[in-house]
């Protein structure tokens, strides 16, 4: 939030854009956006089903219900009022759930800290009473994977339309801005009382809750600890406030991925590449298509598997080593890159990605990397920060290409095809070889022998 409100909100409504998408048709062409939309896209989706997944899974926990009749009717609720309000209704239905969000789970922590089987959990951080001490140490062979972590996190998370629908639909900078440093503020206040409630259930004697032996860390259920502790620590009817509490979170995300996947497919796709002569109302039609579409698409694959990291992985990954390093140079270096150097960085990004490998998707680890330990089952544990190195060779990739194709041009051994009406790049990097009054203003590049030469091209 604090990264986006300083160095993107200007840069994003300094031209009046409407997606995150805007900025690359405008650079590079619409065949070129075209292909660097799609991992938006799916990170969308992908996020749809990591939220959804974790909403079923901890309904099923507390109110013993299926996990796949609670997610289907969160997603229907979630795609109704998305369609029926669009960006009002996310805007106001945000508010309440933000509301309940706070006082719901704040609610819970009393009741969970007086519980008779948990103990102090501030002894427990660092005492061995019912379970291990739950405060760890961070290891320096591990500084590299946290940081890669922690670098994932902020800056991929600039990538993601839903950030930018909010940042230009304020009425001001300044407006736009203060939203940004106000969340950096509020989003680790909501984090607390999860953070106190799993303190707590780290320091709980199980058996003498009706959940038993062995705990849920020690039997893999570390995940769904929140709606477990909610569901045995607390009376019945403040588990369900809990429950409602998570709910509400979970919509507040899915409608705002909804309505983000949506409005890129109806503005950045269908208008500006399938049919340019499309009205209002068409592009109307194509977003609600889309957020029904997005919506189905995403609780369909929160049904077919049960990993909730599974799904974080692909939408985090994708946005971090693929999409974040197009945004970066889109908005700062844009006179430096063009539509070569894009494309030339997105496809090694992704080529190494899949070499590098994920147990989790089935993808196997053969490209071996600085510090790997390999693991009894044969796969390799990466200590090196390899998502932040990809990243950063995309960048590196995208500059050098692009110097390249714009030398070649200069030498007139590349020719380009015309899509976007002006090339940016070429004015800046090679300004003597652009002509505003030629058919095509971004591809007529021309000797500078002489003026006869030229005219005669």
């Given at each position: ?26 650079k590079y ?16 989706i ?16 507390v ?50 800290l ?7 959990f ?35 998370g ?21 939203t ?29 809750t ?35 509490a998570?709910?509400a ?23 500006n590449i ?32 049960s ?10 990954d ?28 997105f496809?090694?990004a992704?080529l ?54 714009v ?40 000797s ?10």
């Amino acid at each position: 939030m604090i990264i986006g409100g300083l160095f993107l909100v200007k840069p994003i409504r300094s031209k009046s854009y409407v997606t995150l998408m805007d900025p690359f048709q405008e650079k590079y062409g619409n065949t070129v956006a075209a292909i660097l939309f799609l991992p938006g896209l799916l990170a969308d989706i992908f996020w749809i089903a990591c939220i959804l997944g974790a909403l079923g899974g901890t309904i099923s926990v507390v109110m013993d219900i299926s996990s796949s009749l609670a997610m289907s009717i969160s997603a229907a609720v979630a795609i109704i009022y998305t369609l029926m309000g669009g960006l009002y209704s996310v805007a106001y239905t945000d508010v309440i759930q933000l509301s309940f969000m706070f006082f719901g789970l704040w609610l819970c922590v009393p009741f969970i800290l007086t519980s008779p089987p948990a103990a102090n959990f501030t002894l427990a951080a660092v005492t061995h009473l019912y379970q291990e001490p739950w405060i760890g140490k961070l290891e320096l062979e591990n500084a590299g994977r946290w940081t890669d972590d922690i670098l994932l996190v902020s800056i991929g998370g600039i990538c993601y339309q839903a950030f930018y629908q909010r940042v230009l639909s304020t009425a001001t900078d300044t407006q736009a801005k203060m939203t940004c440093y106000v969340a950096a503020v509020l989003c680790p206040i909501l984090g607390i009382p999860s953070l106190i409630i799993g303190a707590v259930a780290a320091s709980t004697n199980w058996n003498q809750t009706t959940y038993g032996t062995p705990s849920p860390y020690e039997g893999g259920k570390a995940g769904m600890i929140l709606p477990i502790a909610l569901h045995n620590l607390c009376p019945s009817y403040i588990s369900v406030i809990g429950v409602g509490a998570l709910a509400a979170s979970v919509m507040s995300s899915i409608d705002s991925a909804l309505l983000s996947a949506a409005s890129q497919v109806g503005r950045n796709f269908f208008k500006n590449i399938i049919y340019k002569q499309a009205s209002e109302k068409q592009i109307l039609i194509v977003v609600k298509v889309s957020i029904f579409l997005c919506g189905s698409i995403g609780a369909a694959l929160a049904m077919t598997s049960s990993s909730i990291h599974l799904f974080w992985i692909i939408s985090a990954d994708v946005l971090y080593s693929m999409m974040a390093p197009q945004v970066i140079c889109t908005f700062f270096f844009k006179e430096w890159v063009n539509e070569f150097g894009a494309c030339s960085g997105f496809v090694v990004a992704i080529l190494l990605r899949v070499l590098v490998g994920e147990t989790l998707l089935g993808l196997p680890d053969v490209l071996p990397l600085p510090w790997d330990k390999i693991q009894e089952d044969g796969h390799r544990y990466r200590l090196f920060p390899f998502r932040t190195a990809i990243m950063l060779l995309n960048i590196g990739i995208n500059f050098l290409v692009s110097r390249v194709t714009v030398w070649l041009s200069q030498k007139r051994l590349l020719k380009r095809t015309c899509d976007t009406e002006v090339d940016t790049t070429l004015q800046i990097m090679a300004p003597d070889l652009v002509k505003d009054d030629w058919p095509c203003k971004e591809q007529r590049l021309i000797s500078q022998e002489s003026n006869e030469e030229q005219e005669k091209y």
